[in-house]
């Protein structure tokens, strides 16, 4: 992995940030820069001042952020811990690949274009690790599975823009979502936003949820499904927009 790092003292550093193509967002529990450079995305780790020097460390996060496709790639393969291996950290990944994959001005269209060609192209494998030995195995992708990461990741994104401006730095004008799924997923994940940001609640009604999607899509799903939907806008909040300290 290149890294390139610089020193600078706090002041000029924070006075470096105004007007210039340096923006902090909120990655995982840890403060982040963002720095384009000649069109490319640089990713790092923004280090607070020790003493009278600040350490701003510029580098790629990983490699399967270099493209598109490795970001379509790393969401279907978050996508699918969570679906095998249950939610717990698994849940916290995903979003965490989505909150990226929002900042660098992916979209869904080009997310699901880009997990399209790999579905025809019978090129993806996944890493599988048992007994200490770690095995690569090819996966077919399914057009159900697609679509299911896909809309998972319009829920991180569209959570995103329901938030208190600014929350994370996007470096794209391109609208991150189609107006379809604005339309479907914007009145539900801003219920669940006031929610959070209005009343301190980590959950709502599922019947108030489903009422939402008859309005609007004129069905509602199960309610287990609703559940997990639910669960993914309320832990994109928590990390991009925690409101209370961490235990």
């Known amino acids: 992995m290149m890294r390139e790092k610089f020193?600078?003292?706090h002041n000029k550093f924070v006075s470096s940030l105004k007007g210039s193509s340096y923006g902090i967002l909120q990655w995982g529990n840890r403060p982040c820069c963002n720095n384009i450079l000649q069109g490319k995305m640089i990713n790092g780790i923004c280090h607070l001042p020790i003493r009278k020097q600040t350490s701003l460390v510029c580098g790629c996060i990983d490699d399967e952020f270099r493209s598109s496709r490795n970001i379509a790639l790393s969401l279907h393969r978050r996508y699918k811990n969570v679906v095998d291996r249950g939610f717990s950290n698994h849940l916290k990944d995903f979003i965490t690949a989505g909150v990226t994959a929002y900042?660098?001005?992916c979209t869904e269209e080009g997310l699901?274009?880009?997990l399209l060609k790999l579905r025809d192209s019978s090129?993806?494998?996944m890493e599988q690790r048992s007994?200490?030995?770690t095995t690569s195995v090819k996966l077919k992708l399914t057009t159900e599975e697609i679509n299911e990461c896909i809309l998972w990741s319009v829920i991180v994104f569209i959570t995103i823009l329901c938030t208190p401006q600014p929350t994370v730095?996007?470096?794209?004008?391109?609208?991150?979502?189609?107006?379809e799924a604005q339309l479907k997923w914007r009145g539900f994940c801003a219920l669940i936003a006031n929610a959070y940001y209005t009343r301190g609640m980590a959950w709502l009604p599922i019947k108030t949820l489903q009422l939402e999607q008859m309005a609007v899509m004129?069905?509602?799903e199960e309610p287990a499904i609703v559940a997990d939907r639910m669960r993914l806008v309320f832990a994109t909040?928590?990390?991009v927009s925690p409101q209370w300290p961490k235990g």
């Open 7 to 9: 020193s600078l003292t």
């Open 103 to 105: 900042a660098v001005g």
């Open 112 to 114: 699901r274009d880009e």
């Open 123 to 125: 090129e993806y494998s």
């Open 131 to 133: 007994s200490g030995v």
């Open 169 to 179: 730095v996007r470096w794209s004008n391109t609208p991150p979502v189609s107006d």
């Open 218 to 220: 004129g069905h509602a």
């Open 237 to 239: 909040l928590e990390n």
